[in-house]
T-cell receptor, first 111, second 117 residues
């Protein structure tokens, strides 16, 4: 079993819909939780960062962390075709340490 | 802020040659840099972690004599693929983290596409 599980998709939604992404994990030592967006043939771009449990909102993006359930989520409101990309969740045990990535979810937002 | 660059963005080389890829943090001091490789439609695979001024720590299964990593300064790390072969063709991405960043996370470079003929 992988340490971090993420549905590979593809997840196809119409423009303007809410995109809901999630990851589950098995290691309770994870304290830092991140979401990255990666366009084809590009490096990942940091979207959201959360330390420990809780919610965080930034523009159209909302990240949620539930450590008791070992479950994290990313919501994208008012999705746009430009949001079509692969979304990677990542987790770390301590600052500066290596991250463990999910396999990525491919998202397609159709005009 | 937190910009990471990579050079070159794309390289094509003949089998048996060595290729060097540079990773730079442009606006912060990167105490730790990470090197990943990514195959098409797959997630990132961590190759090694490097701290400035010390030897890199390689992940299991990664040949340290083939993938030479140097982190000589707080803004530059290099990955040298020695005696490259076609199976080394991949997308190589670096990331950097630093104590002076607001978030204790990693920022990625744009990646380098290596094709070995």
């Amino acid at each position: 079993q992988k340490e971090v599980e993420q549905d590979p998709g593809p997840l196809s939604v119409p423009e303007g819909a809410i995109v809901s992404l999630n990851c589950t994990y098995s290691n309770s030592a994870f304290q830092y939780f991140m979401w990255y967006r990666q366009y084809s043939r590009k490096g990942p771009e940091l979207l959201m960062y959360t330390y420990s449990s809780g919610n965080k909102e930034d523009g159209r993006f909302t990240a949620q962390v539930d450590k008791s359930s070992k479950y994290i989520s990313l919501f994208i409101r008012d999705s746009q075709p430009s949001d079509s990309a692969t979304y990677l969740c990542a987790m770390g045990k301590a600052a500066g340490n290596k991250l463990t990535f999910g396999g990525g979810t491919r998202v397609l937002v159709k005009p | 802020g937190a910009v990471v660059s990579q050079h070159p963005s794309r390289v094509i080389c003949k089998s048996g040659t060595s290729v060097k890829i540079e990773c730079r943090s442009l606006d912060f001091q990167a105490t730790t840099m990470f090197w990943y490789r990514q195959f098409p439609k797959q997630s990132l695979m961590l190759m090694a972690t490097s701290n400035e001024g010390s030897k890199a720590t390689y992940e299991q299964g990664v040949e340290k004599d083939k993938f030479l990593i140097n982190h000589a300064s707080l803004t530059l790390s290099t990955l040298t693929v020695t005696s490259a072969h076609p199976e080394d063709s991949s997308f190589y991405i670096c990331s950097a983290g630093g104590q002076d960043l607001l978030t204790d996370t990693q920022y990625f470079g744009p990646g380098t596409r290596l094709t070995v003929l």
